[in-house]
């Protein structure tokens, strides 16, 4: 089936849009330098079994607190060293990557869905819909995000899915208030009076119409939530209430490694940069496609 | 007609704090971990649990608790806390002048550095300078307060032990403060020395909070700069001999301003909500680091407390933007 | 072999230039009369007799500078005289007695007297007291003042209500002054009768001490003592180590030996009476008892305290250490993986088709005590135990605890500083305490008796014998006595306490 589409956005219609996004986005550089370490990111976390040198849960407290490659009374094979009970450094990383990945993209998309689907009704509706939800909105973002989160860690308890759900429930409101606005002014455009003029239904003009001329911005939106996301899970490791059991986190890498800064600086210097990198990544790839995908941006 | 648009406002902000009420007295109430459990001694019987409880009024059903609750609220009686034996309000009036002190520091310390960042980088539009600039400042984006607190304890904790690392003011300096505002009060009384020594403390939390916050500020206001300085009457301005640093100061900023500042307001109760942590890194004495032990110890009535303070705080920070907003925008003000 | 490189990088890193940096740093922080000490807990509240604060171990130091203890108690545990200089029981133990000290002082010049003594012990065993330890207080009643003799009758005989005296809430609170203030007025400006008055308190921030002119006891060492509140170790290691503050605690093992050796500082790491251990419950697959004993046998304690600890620790085989009164060292718990796996093989386990449970631990609450239960359960996997590791809050442990939630497994710390059997193994193994987490018959039937055995040696003769069948049944896993590292600048002397409570006066300036 094919859909008609009366947008006027940006300037043409056609299978064309795409490959001219497409386009703008690779020639952006934000946007390939950034995306390019997530891929890569993506890729170590996925084959993260294959990739790691060692196990990132054997312990050997014989071989505790060796420094990385390339410093005095290293041992061959782990090239970031090993932490205080004997774990190599380096494959913890590659496996924190995994749970700091899972976190950002899953947080991200369930904050995102939620903020968009509520943002759209209010934009769209208006009325005492835009009333209800922008009451919500106000309500939940005089919250300290931090106090909020360890709260809602507390109530759920440890873990991943505790972690994404407290991101999630915090953050929606972002999605939410941009896309309402946007959606908004969306609604004004001719192109959306054509649609009514044509007789489309008002359900599928904001699905079809509107939704699609609003993901731009969205997109922007959801890359800096990733980083943000890493960031809270670091956070939530460092008060110790994020991943439970053996599973190494940046966060949770970040907090051990701090206690022996003058031991074993390694097991701190390198989550941190791992860290700092990937927030980097994600607000990088945002900011550039907020710039390829902004039309006012691009002139 | 204005004060009928602040009287809805003020309507709004009051509808949102029961709404903040009632979301965190739920919330808490299925918190696991029981205060009362964690004052059990050894070889209490139920039925001093029961009487423990009941101390505490946490034994009656959820709804009538906070009947309860709301009703002792309203005049002004937000209960006593569990875990430090004082009135909530109290307690909450004696650390929310630290917190505010080191919130305004880091907010005037973020927006002169990130300002002058900003400005520096308009100048110096399409040079290596200014790619120098959003390079660094995009580095600077990716840091949080978080990792700049436990950078700022090794560095001068331990490398150069330049500035006191905890606390609000030196134990021994602080004698016969009569106000919990010690800035305020420093200066009124010409207590110098106090003065400089709460400027000791809070140097570093307030560098942990307000370089990130510099680093939005300069990004927002250099975007919103540059943009500006593509405008007509900018042009036209520079057609008439204006230095650049003039047009960016005088014709460029006052357009900038305005959406600059509406994102440094919902950039600064961020910055509010970042205290909890760095208060807690700097032992520095203000809600934020109550709010930890709060939460660690299930400390109900104060939770409660303080999430309605930074509640409260979130909404006068916002409705102040507003009417920031509304006094620089040069459309609403010619009008 | 490893620990020599490893200091040699540390020597070619920071450590030289700290070195030279910080012989400067040894100055007092604040000047020879004032002591300051970097403190890891926050001081919640000042009534020592009330709520939760009451019955933390760490705060002890605080308010025993504040208050004094209805009995002293020495820095080797032993009970010595306080408010009290004599106390006893009647030879059928059906009534109690107690001398009060007669030239004591109130913060506020006022006497202390025996209807001070008196009326504290009522409001702590008072029906409706907010003490939690009042189910100690609550057994004797009926008090009588004769001069400075106060007697009172044994509702019930409690062999260790005397211990308490020197323990958690046995403490002496001005009766005058505290129904003229109130609780709240109490907070606001307490007074005690201890060898220091409260100047200024700073919730969260910190509390300065004044020396009490009107003690009865040795003239404290320093005028002015403060206490900063620092629950960060990475902040209290940079407050030694910068020189803002002259002592401090609980720092990380790898950091005590750094900073020991700082020209400047000094470090001492003693055992206290506080003991890390494994928790059982009585749940699947728990009820095993080749599974309990395969678990215990496969802990390798010496590795742990040795690799793990930096050799600080003591590896105990009950819940009684060493200095405790029903100590026995003929109780063994060896490590022998071998047996272990053997133990599992009879009942079906191996490293291929392991026994499977959680065991649930708290994370930076103690000295590496995630990390020691991350290798413990490295050490079980070997043996075919697979466990699961679940981080809880210590708010949620004793949630679980009292609901008798807890999971198989459940590492926590116990102190007492009594060292008495009932404060030790009694609460933490007897089924009816809300505190135990294997409740079975048999045991109870074991240590009913015990609880009002008036014949002493009999008493501890039977917790001797309790522990014992617990240890050949394994019901508890008994991991190690922990060691507090005290970091100190070399111009004072420390003297370390067993109990575990830093009281400002055991530190003098040194000779």
């Not at chain 1, 939800?133 to 860690?153: C, G, K, T, Y």
């Not at chain 1, 990198?277 to 907020?290: E, I, S």
């Not at chain 3, 209807?115 to 004797?140: C, H, Q, Y």
């Not at chain 3, 700073?202 to 509140?229: C, M, S």
């Amino acid at each position: 089936m094919t859909e008609a589409s009366v947008s006027s956005f940006p300037a043409a219609s056609g299978p064309n849009l795409a490959t001219r996004r497409l386009r703008a986005l690779l020639a952006e550089p934000k946007v390939t330098i950034g995306g390019g370490f997530i891929l890569a990111l993506i890729a170590i976390a996925l084959f993260a079994p294959w990739i790691a040198p060692k196990n990132p849960l054997d312990q050997d407290l014989m071989l505790a607190s060796l420094p990385p490659a390339g410093l005095a009374s290293a041992e061959p094979g782990y090239y970031l060293g090993t932490d205080d009970l004997g774990r190599d450094v380096l494959s913890r990383l590659i496996y924190g990557a995994r749970i700091a990945l899972i976190v950002a993209f899953v947080a991200a998309s369930l904050a995102a869905l939620a903020g968009t689907a509520l943002g759209l009704l209010a934009g769209w509706y208006r009325g005492w819909v835009d009333g209800l939800i922008s009451r919500l909105v106000d309500i939940w973002m005089a919250f300290p995000p931090v106090l909020l989160s360890i709260l809602l860690v507390a109530v759920l308890g440890a873990g991943v899915g505790s972690v994404i759900a407290a991101i999630a429930i915090i953050d929606w409101t972002r999605f939410c208030r941009v896309v309402r606005a946007e959606t908004m002014a969306q609604a004004q455009a001719d192109y959306v009076t054509a649609a009514h003029a044509i007789g489309f239904p008002p359900f599928h003009i904001l699905m079809r119409e509107i939704l699609p001329n609003v993901v731009p911005a969205l997109l922007a939106l959801v890359s800096l939530e990733m980083g943000i996301a890493v960031i809270v899970e670091a956070i939530l490791s460092f008060v110790g209430l994020s991943v439970s059991s053996d599973t190494p986190t940046w966060g949770g890498m970040i907090a051990e490694g701090r206690q022996f800064i003058h031991q074993t600086w390694w097991v701190f210097a390198a989550p941190l940069a791992a860290l700092f990198a990937t927030v980097l990544a994600f607000n990088q790839l945002g900011d550039g496609l907020r710039r390829a995908l902004d039309p006012v941006l691009r002139r | 007609m204005i004060a009928l648009a602040v009287l809805r406002r003020l309507l709004v902000a009051l509808a949102t704090l029961v709404g903040v009420a009632i979301v965190v007295f739920v919330l808490l109430r299925v918190v696991p971990g029981d205060p009362v459990a964690m004052m059990i001694s050894p070889g209490a019987s139920a039925a001093d649990v029961a009487a423990l409880r009941a101390h505490y009024g946490l034994d009656g059903s959820l709804l009538s608790q906070f009947a309860v609750w709301v009703r002792y609220a309203l005049r002004g009686d937000f209960g006593t806390s569990i875990s430090l034996h004082r009135d909530v309000l109290a307690l909450l009036g004696e650390r929310l002048p630290a917190t505010l002190e080191l919130a305004t520091a880091a907010l005037e310390f973020a927006v002169i550095v990130g300002g002058a960042t900003a400005i520096a980088g308009a100048m110096a539009r399409r040079t290596w300078a200014e790619s120098v600039i959003d390079a660094v400042n995009g580095l600077l984006l990716a840091i949080p307060d978080f990792v700049w607190a436990l950078a700022l304890v090794l560095a001068f904790g331990v490398v150069w032990p330049l500035l006191p690392l905890t606390g609000r003011v030196n134990p021994s300096v602080a004698a016969g403060m009569a106000t919990p505002f010690y800035f305020a009060e420093s200066l009124a009384r010409l207590r110098f020395d106090v003065f400089f020594d709460l400027l000791k403390h809070l140097a570093l939390p307030t560098l942990a909070l307000g370089l990130p916050l510099a680093a939005v500020i300069a990004r927002v206001l250099k975007g919103a700069l540059n943009e500006a300085m593509a405008q007509d009457y900018v042009l036209l301005a520079r057609l008439k001999g204006m230095s650049e640093l003039r047009l960016v100061l005088q014709e460029a900023l006052r357009n900038a301003i305005g959406p600059t500042l509406a994102l440094t307001g919902v950039q600064f109760t961020f910055l509010i909500g970042g205290t909890v942590i760095i208060e807690r890194i700097f032992a520095y004495p203000g809600i934020g680091n109550m709010a930890i032990e709060a939460v660690i110890n299930r400390d109900l009535p104060l939770i409660q407390g303080l999430v309605l303070v930074f509640a409260v705080i979130f909404i006068l920070i916002n409705i102040a933007v507003d009417l920031l907003v509304a006094l620089f925008n040069p459309r609403l003000r010619h009008a | 072999m490893m620990e020599v490189t490893r200091r040699q990088t540390l020597a070619l890193g920071a450590g030289a230039f700290l070195t030279d940096l910080l012989a400067a740093g040894a100055v007092r922080a604040a000047g020879k009369d004032t002591l300051t000490i970097a403190y890891n807990v926050n001081l919640p509240s000042f009534d020592p007799t009330d709520g939760p604060s009451a019955v933390n171990p760490t705060i002890q130091a605080i308010y025993r500078s504040i208050f004094d203890q209805y009995i002293g108690q020495a820095p080797d545990l032993a009970l010595k005289p306080g408010i009290l200089t004599a106390w006893g029981w009647n030879d059928d133990k059906t009534k109690l007695w107690m001398d009060v000290r007669p030239d004591v002082k109130w913060h506020d010049g006022s006497p202390l007297t025996p209807e001070d003594v008196v009326w504290s012990l009522e409001r702590a065993g008072a029906k409706d007291s907010a003490n939690p330890i009042s189910f100690i207080w609550s057994t004797a009643g009926n008090y009588k003042i004769d001069g400075n003799r106060i007697t009172a009758d044994a509702i019930r005989f409690e062999p260790t209500f005397f211990m308490w005296m020197a323990f958690l809430t046995g403490y002496v609170l001005p009766k005058a002054y505290y129904e003229k203030v109130g609780a709240e007025g109490f907070e606001k400006k307490p007074i005690g009768s201890g060898p220091y008055m409260v100047d200024e308190y700073q919730g969260n921030a910190f509390l300065r001490l004044k020396a009490n002119p009107h003690y009865w006891g040795d003239k404290p060492a320093f005028e002015t003592v403060i206490f900063k509140f620092v629950p960060d170790a990475t902040t209290r290691v940079a407050e030694i180590e910068s020189g803002s503050s002259d002592i401090t605690l609980e720092v990380p093992y790898e950091e005590f030996d750094r900073l020991k050796k700082v020209k400047g500082l000094s470090g001492v790491a003693t055992p206290i009476s506080d003991i890390g251990m494994i928790f059982i419950t009585n749940k699947e697959p728990m009820l095993d008892k080749n599974v309990r004993l395969a678990a215990i046998m496969a802990i390798d304690k010496k590795a742990i305290v040795d690799r793990l600890l930096h050799g600080y620790g003591v590896p105990i085989e009950t819940l009684e250490t060493s200095e405790y009164s029903a100590f026995d060292p003929s109780i063994k718990t060896p490590y022998d993986p071998k047996k272990a796996a053997e133990l599992l093989a009879a009942s079906g386990y191996s490293p291929q088709k392991p026994v499977k449970f959680t065991i649930q631990t708290t994370r930076g609450f103690k000295p590496k005590d995630y990390e020691m239960i991350q290798a413990i359960v490295g050490m079980w996997r070997k043996v075919g135990i697979e466990a699961d590791i679940e981080v809880y809050e210590i708010a949620k442990h004793f949630e679980l605890r009292t609901t008798h939630k807890l999971a198989p497994a459940a590492f926590y710390n116990w102190g007492d500083a009594i060292g008495d059997p009932t404060t030790s193994t009694g609460f933490a193994m007897f089924g009816p305490s809300p505190h135990s987490a294997w409740k079975s018959d048999d045991l109870d039937a074991k240590i009913g008796p015990l609880w009002g055995e008036k014949d002493e040696k009999k008493r501890i003769d039977g917790w001797k014998a309790v522990d014992a069948y617990i240890a050949e049944q394994g019901y508890v896993i008994p991991l190690l006595q922990y060691v507090q590292p005290i970091l100190y600048k070399s111009d004072l002397k420390v003297t370390p306490n067993k109990s575990g409570a830093l009281q400002p006066t055991l530190v003098s300036p040194a000779a």
